[in-house]
């Protein structure tokens, strides 16, 4: 690999991806007031862009753009709209190294996985690009001899859409490509962080010939500004949003007030749990996976590891072992498979639950402190003889730390796991399968992984219950949240 990033344009076989102006009503923009703010590289902290500060002002122009895009985009069939996301998804997976070193370059997870994000961002598009030939309704045996009944479905309408930092392409597209398949308007707000991944979306957006306004990225370091425009504007019919808890209840109590339908992903605190009768091995390469998939910083990564008595000295040796042969370093210079944190504050968050957890009697059998290479580059860290007590058990660490807490019964750790706000992600194994049954069943999560660390995929209904979140994405169940029903009665 280039050993530099200082012009990232030179990395790209297509420069033109890297676009610098925000994308609003089909034109491309600077801010009235030519107003910037820097995107900056995680792993050097050099500046690798400048985009337009946006306004609420120029959010309202995007949603009234969509609004009148909508119209006729709606009018097309789910064929014509299914024909301009397949050309979408195939740019996208045309220009996949491109996109894959603009989001390394933004967001810091190595250059491979940063590819693999855009094969699952491009995924949503392909998937919901086909669904949008299936948006059913129904008829209904009358209530009187007289009356026909028939339920259509129809778009919401103009979305709103905000998105964190951690996945800059999947998040958007998880989101974009169910609501535009049935027909709605959409105006993206991107993290401020990671605004490139979004921007170069909306470059091949426009190349696969997505008409003018339907699609907007609204670039803007003025978060909560945007928030408010999208929440109060009453054009807009439904906001998406995918961030943490205390964000996603703070655009609640904001949306409430147009009773605004919401989708929310939220926070998680994911707990891994691996019973005497497991594959050790097998929940060995579940926990790598789920723990230290984009450094720990996904809202569905193992937050508490428990691991039943009989097998906890072996499973800790075995994962000590499998976490010392990785890797930290650049990920767009080196085979890495950890970058560094996305900032300081993210680094210092880790610190603290790593000191909390040892002053409260934790051991760091791996790991535990910042990584040489400085920065917010951090050692991935094992800890032994975690407890209840320590802050890692009700926080979500969003960093690469695996706590193991130690259990003895079924009973004991089906309460322990459940003992949590959020309801997102969860994974266990074992192999008896009565227990697999009752376990699987009374683990109150939203999604359940068993036998697997990794169960995202564009085919099922991400989401989570209790704190975790409103609504599903993913799946032929995606398309509702982007859907109004409507009951039609015909008297004859
Ligand atoms: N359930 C899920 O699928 C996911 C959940 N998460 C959760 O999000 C957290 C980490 O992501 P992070 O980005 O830090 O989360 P945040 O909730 O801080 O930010 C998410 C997005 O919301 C924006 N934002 C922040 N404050 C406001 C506001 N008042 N009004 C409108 N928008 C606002 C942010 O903008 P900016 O960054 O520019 O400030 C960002 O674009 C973790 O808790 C993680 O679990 C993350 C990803 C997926
Ligand atoms: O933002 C996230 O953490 C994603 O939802 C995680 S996943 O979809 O890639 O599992």
């Not at 975690?386 to 089906?414: H, Q, R």
Request: net charge negative.
């Amino acid at each position: 690999m280039l050993d530099s990033v200082t012009n990232l344009r030179d990395l790209l076989k297509d420069p033109s991806l890297l676009a610098t102006q925000a994308y609003v009503a089909g034109e491309w923009v600077d801010a009235a007031d030519g107003a910037t703010f820097e995107v900056t590289n995680p792993a050097r902290g050099d500046v690798i862009a400048r985009v337009p500060n946006l306004t609420r002002a120029d959010a309202a122009r995007a949603i009234a753009a969509a609004a009148v895009a909508q119209k006729e985009w709606a009018a097309r069939t789910g064929k014509e709209r299914a024909a301009i996301m397949r050309k979408w998804f195939d740019l996208m997976m045309a220009n996949q190294d491109d996109l894959g070193i603009i989001l390394c370059a933004e967001m810091g997870k190595p250059l491979a996985e940063a590819k693999g994000e855009i094969a699952y961002g491009a995924s949503f598009i392909e998937w919901f690009g086909e669904e949008a030939k299936r948006v059913y309704g129904e008829t209904i045996p009358g209530h009187q001899r007289d009356k026909r009944i028939t339920v259509i479905k129809q778009p919401i309408g103009v979305v709103a859409s905000i998105t964190p930092w951690n996945f800059p392409n999947a998040m958007i597209t998880r989101k974009c490509a169910p609501a535009l398949a049935v027909g709605c308007g959409f105006v993206a707000r991107p993290a401020a962080e990671t605004p490139l991944s979004a921007l170069a979306l909306a470059v091949l957006a426009e190349r696969a010939g997505l008409p003018k306004g339907i699609f907007s990225v609204i670039t803007s370091a003025r978060a909560s500004d945007i928030g408010k425009e999208f929440c109060e504007n009453p054009i807009v019919r439904k906001l998406t949003f995918t961030g943490s808890t205390e964000v996603g209840r703070i655009l609640l109590r904001q949306a409430a007030e147009q009773v605004m339908k919401c989708s929310m992903e939220l926070g998680g605190n994911a707990p891994f749990i691996v019973f005497d009768d497991a594959d050790l091995d097998k929940a060995v390469e579940g926990a790598m996976i789920s723990k230290f998939r984009n450094n720990g910083q996904t809202c569905v990564c193992a937050n508490r590891i428990y691991v039943q008595a009989g097998v906890y000295d072996a499973f800790a040796e075995k994962l000590k072992a499998a976490v010392a042969k990785t890797s930290v370093g650049d990920g767009l210079k080196d085979s890495v498979q950890f970058g560094p944190l996305i900032n300081m504050d993210a680094l210092e968050k880790v610190e603290e639950h790593i000191a909390d957890a040892k002053a409260k009697g934790a051991k760091v059998v791996l790991g535990g402190a910042r990584h040489e290479l400085g920065g917010s580059f951090f050692q991935p860290t094992v800890l032994t003889g975690v407890t209840d007590a320590m802050a890692v058990t009700s926080e979500e660490t969003f960093g690469p730390v695996a706590p193991l807490f130690k259990f003895d019964t079924e009973e004991e750790v089906i309460a322990k796991a459940n003992d949590t706000i959020f309801g997102l992600a969860s994974y266990f194994y074992a192999r008896d399968i009565g227990r697999i049954t009752r376990v699987q069943e009374q683990l109150e999560y939203g999604m359940v992984g068993v036998n697997t660390g990794l169960i995202s995929t564009e085919v099922a209904p991400f989401g989570g219950v209790k704190q975790s979140g409103l609504g599903r994405e993913g799946s032929h169940h995606g398309m509702e949240d982007y859907l109004e029903m409507k009951y039609i009665c015909l008297s004859v």
